[in-house]
């Protein structure tokens, strides 16, 4: 032991000598400075909180206090990095161990009152507060988000929706306490985007009065359910319904897993999906019902019913119709993924921009300082478009939030659309905005802690789950042709989804395109109403062409996907414009207007150059693509001067974003290492020492 003692004596020392005299080294050289943003850049020219209003409206009190929760709590990891701290799970740590912090979270946030009235109050405000609460704890991190939205989205919907009054008074206040804990069992191993095609049964026993649920195959394993690997104690299941050897179609029943003590029910099997390439706080599982027994009265029968002596019932008859209103309240899913990608594109913007703000390279002349990432043309052109851009979809994702909480029978259909055209398109650009932020930020951006590299795969599976993209694209493409063509048959004007344009002749696009013209409202509408129109007659008339020749419908929808790709795209696009020209239309002349004219231009001229389409079908010519390329590069540097204040207005407390976006020289000193890492006193070291003899 005096050996160990001495040995460790000395390894002390030469840390001491070591330490010392690399820090004697540093004050002796000439080292690169960290300068904030904001003493550097220009004032702000417009009124950043009246912009970030723009983006959160009425929420935004509430977003913040949701923030300033997660802050305050000691269970949301902080630490300090460069003299600030931030908060963010601990990656490192097992997947058992980011679940049950997940968890404890969410039990934090439940005593401290954040889920009261998330499922018991009504109307267009609660179901508001709902989609802010789910998707601002997202922010934090994307498990917890996925958690609270299986639970209160998913499992809570389904009761709300597709349940009537006495499921409604049974389930909803327990699930606000987390008495129960719920999931969503729809996906099967074998079925996915085709929910028609499940292959679950569930038969009704009248001599019992209840439902036998069967998974009869492997591939009928419900798979990838969140919160049945660990937590559920209850899940709504998907099942085919098969009454006196009738097939019903998919209906929906409500089945006890897991008894209060959390031990599997019999009949249940339950498997874990296991480890993941992000979501490891999510317990994600696999499900098997060998003849499970529930009551009759959990089917969920808003749409449909079950007598006691096993009469089925449904006031509407045809089935198609009865699938469509069975799952229309679940469309809440698309309505979190859409705005909650806006938050992840708007949490690695910020860092990203603000890195390139204080992060030099390079040197025009000998001996003059280097120059400001975003001072760079090229650096410009990958992160300015990609902030316009967010505005545009951030303006899109309220629409749509407002247009769901008030939702009717006769705008269902509207809601299923937009939907559909601002998941995929929100999730598309969420994960292209982080793979450029992550570049942008060069080998910082690999760092966990900087949260853009990580978050890609956290994020990743939104571009599969509640609908693959390209399948949601042809599903947009269908109903506008569906739409154009009843018109056609009633012999009246197209009315809705914001096709009344069709109406209209067809806009003539100048020949010879000049920066002045193509900043104008008017041409903007134009070219993406001619885009629209254009495709979709385009479609129309492949799909009619190919009926006449005998081919069958399934068939046409098959071989037609790349247009009807594009016209799902053009209509997203077209969408995203309007809605960004509404809220622009509300805000007074001044620098926040001239700011937001800048960004309306910039999204549109981004989506010319970008999307093939605009050359492909000759709605650009290639001289007119070149003068929009050029605008690009010009309103690049427009924007240049309000990139701090545009991500500012974003909104995201420092707290939640990473070092690399404030002080990064001193987020990485010695200090910081010593201060973390390095072995801190003889006691450690004689430790080590110890351990290995």
Known sequence: ??????????LTGHLKNHHNSTIDLLHTAQCVNYSPPELCEPPSAFNTKA?????????MDEIDYIFNLMIQSDLFCPRERGGKVFISPDFNKSMEHQREMTMKRINYLREQGAFDGWLTRKGPDAERSGFTRGITFGVYDHSLGIKLGVHFFLWGGAIQFMGTKRHQDKWLKPTETYEVIGCFAMTELGHGSNVRGIETITRYDAS???????????????YWIGGAAN??????????LKINGVN????????????????????????????KIGLN?????????????????????????VSPDGQYSSAIKDPDQRFAAFLAPLLSGRVTIAAGSMNITKIGLAIAVRYSLSRRAFSIRPNEPEVLLLDYP?????????????????????YLKNIYVNRTRQSIKTVHVVSSALKATSTWHGMRTLQECREACGGQGLKTENHVGHLKSEFDVQLTFEGDNYVLMQQISKALLKEILAAKRRNKPVKGLGLEHLNKPAPIIPSHLTSSALRTAQFQTDIFCLRERDLLHRFETEVSQREARGESMEHIFTVTYQIAEDLGRAFSDRLVLQTFLDVEATVPAGSLKDVLGLLRSMYTTIVMEEDASFLRYGYLSTDNAAVVRKEVLKLCSEVRPHALALVTSFGIPDALLGPIAFNWIDANAWSSVKDNDTIKDNDTVFSFFSNML
């Not at 032991?1 to 000395?10: L, S, T």
């Not at 937590?231 to 085919?240: G, I, K, R, Y």
């Not at 300015?384 to 994702?397: C, E, M, N, Q, R």
Request: glycine fraction near 6%; charge should be positive.
């Open 1 to 10: 032991m005096d050996r160990v003692n001495f040995r460790a004596k000395v």
């Open 51 to 59: 912009l970030r209003k723009l983006l959160d409206g009425e929420s």
């Open 208 to 222: 019992t009065q209840e439902f036998i649920i069967t998974t009869p195959c492997e591939s009928a394993q419900k």
């Open 231 to 240: 937590h559920a104690t209850h899940a709504v299941v998907f099942s085919q």
């Open 248 to 275: 019903q179609g998919v209906h929906a029943f409500i089945a006890q897993i897991r008894d209060a003590n959390g031990n599997i029910c019999p009949n249940v099997r339950i498997a874990d999906c296991g480890h």
């Open 281 to 305: 706080g999510v317990d994600n599982g696999r499900i098997w019902f060998d003849n499970l027994r529930i009551p009759r009265e959990n089917l969920l029968n808003s749409v449909a019913d």
């Open 378 to 398: 090229s650096h410009q052109r990958r992160l300015l478009p990609l902030v316009a851009k967010t505005y545009a979809l951030s303006f899109a994702s309220e």
